[in-house]
C-alpha cells in the first residue's frame, strides 16, 4: 500500500495567503457533503466556497499541488477533483470510514483511487488531529508538517483522531489515476526514482535508456485510459 509524503508544496508565504482567505470564509457542518455511512461518524467543518473567492484559493493551494515534481511521480493523475477545505476544533473528528468509491456530480464523475490532504495549520497549532490509515503493516499515524501533503489510497480504511487542542486546517482532495492498481503505482514509482537516479548520474547511459523504456512499456501495458 502506497503512502507518500510530499515536502513543501506550499511555502510560507503560500500558507499565510491561504489561511488570511480562509480565516474569512463560512464554515458549514461537514456532514452535509457526507453519504450516509459517513454522516454517522464525521463531525468536522468545511468552508462553503461562496463565502470566499474560491478560485484564487484553489488557484494557490491545488496549483502548487500539481505543478510539485513528486505529485505526477506519485499519483500518475488522470484526473483530480476540487478540494474541500477542512476545519477540525476541539472535539472533532472523523471516524473510521473509507472514501467513496465514485465521486463527482453526475456527467463528472469520476473513481477515486488516491486520496491526497495538505496540512495547511503548523502542527504545533493543535493536539490530535492525526490521520490514521490502516496498511498492511498496521496503523500509520500522520501528522505533517504546514505546506507537507499525504497521499495515499482512497481504499484504505482511515479516521482524523479527535483534536484536543487549537485547530487542524487541511485541504483535502480526490483523484483517479491512470494506474488503477496501488501495487502496480508503486512499481512503476520505484522504477521512476530509479531511472530518474541513473538519467541525473549521466552515467550507465545505455543502461538509463534502457530502464526508460522499460518504464514506458510497463506503462503503457497498466494504463487505464
Do not use: C
Not at 1 to 26: F, P, S, Y
Not at 43 to 63: R, T, W
Not at 208 to 216: G, H
Request: charged letters at 20%; aromatic letters at 8%.
Amino acid at each position: 500500500m502506497m503512502l507518500h509524503q510530499i515536502k513543501g508544496v506550499l511555502n510560507a508565504e503560500q500558507l499565510v495567503v491561504a489561511r488570511d482567505l480562509l480565516a474569512h470564509a463560512t464554515f458549514v457542518d461537514g456532514k452535509l457533503s457526507a453519504g450516509e455511512l459517513a454522516r454517522r461518524v464525521k463531525n468536522n467543518q468545511e468552508a462553503d466556497p461562496a463565502s470566499l473567492p474560491i478560485d484564487q484559493v484553489n488557484n494557490l493551494v491545488m496549483g502548487a499541488l500539481v505543478t510539485h515534481p513528486d505529485y505526477a511521480a506519485t499519483t500518475m493523475p488522470r484526473q483530480i477533483a476540487a478540494p474541500y477545505y477542512v476545519r477540525y476544533q476541539p472535539g472533532m473528528g472523523y471516524g473510521a470510514h473509507v472514501d467513496d468509491a465514485v465521486m463527482g456530480p453526475s456527467g463528472q464523475q469520476y473513481r477515486s483511487d488516491i486520496s491526497i490532504t495538505v496540512f495547511l495549520s503548523p502542527a504545533s497549532d493543535y493536539d490530535g488531529g492525526e490521520l490514521v490509515i490502516d496498511t498492511a503493516f498496521g496503523q500509520q499515524q500522520v501528522k505533517l508538517p504546514a505546506g507537507d501533503a499525504i497521499v495515499y489510497p482512497s481504499s484504505s480504511l482511515h479516521h482524523v483522531a479527535d483534536v484536543t487542542r487549537g485547530e487542524r486546517l487541511v485541504a483535502v482532495t480526490w483523484l483517479q489515476s491512470l494506474i488503477r492498481d496501488p501495487a502496480q503505482r508503486q512499481v512503476l514509482y520505484e522504477l521512476g526514482v530509479v531511472r530518474d537516479e541513473l538519467l541525473a548520474s549521466q552515467h550507465n547511459e545505455e543502461q538509463a535508456r534502457r530502464l526508460s523504456a522499460v518504464y514506458s512499456n510497463v506503462f503503457r501495458m497498466w494504463a487505464d485510459m
